[in-house]
């Protein structure tokens, strides 16, 4: 939703709207990891070590191909994808577990 407003907004409150969105985009690291972490059962420090390895490897080529789109593309059309592509993604929060590993052993 932030990235579609970000789009439809013009002048200060478009930078308003990217400054939030930042905010949100740096926050989903440290929460993902705490769920891997909370996921990890015995072996949290390899868990939380693949996810970094998986995490930077995804970022580089994303970002080569997101380029790749705007280049093709035109940037507006390519910020509307990806934000479709990332709300493609949000029905899978509900498939996550609802207990966590550490309190379930309890």
């Given at each position: 939703?932030?990235?579609?407003?970000f789009?439809?907004?013009?002048g200060?409150?478009?930078?308003?709207?990217?400054?939030?969105l930042?905010?949100?985009?740096?926050s989903?690291?440290?929460?993902?990891?705490?769920?891997?972490?909370?996921?990890?059962?015995?072996?949290?420090?390899?868990?939380?070590?693949?996810?970094?390895?998986?995490?930077?490897?995804?970022?580089?080529?994303?970002?080569?191909?997101?380029?790749?789109?705007?280049?093709?593309?035109?940037?507006?059309?390519?910020?509307?994808?990806?934000?479709?592509?990332?709300?493609?993604?949000?029905?899978?929060?509900?498939r996550?577990?609802?207990k966590?590993?550490?309190?379930?052993?309890?």
């Open positions: 939703i932030l990235m579609l407003l789009l439809a907004t013009d200060p409150v478009r930078l308003g709207v990217l400054a939030v930042g905010l949100v985009t740096l989903t690291t440290p929460v993902l990891m705490a769920l891997v972490v909370e996921s990890s059962g015995s072996s949290p420090a390899a868990a939380t070590g693949t996810f970094m390895m998986i995490s930077f490897a995804l970022r580089s080529l994303i970002t080569l191909l997101v380029g790749a789109a705007g280049d093709l593309f035109g940037l507006d059309a390519t910020y509307v994808g990806c934000a479709v592509l990332v709300s493609l993604g949000l029905p899978f929060v509900f996550l577990p609802k966590s590993v550490w309190s379930a052993g309890n």
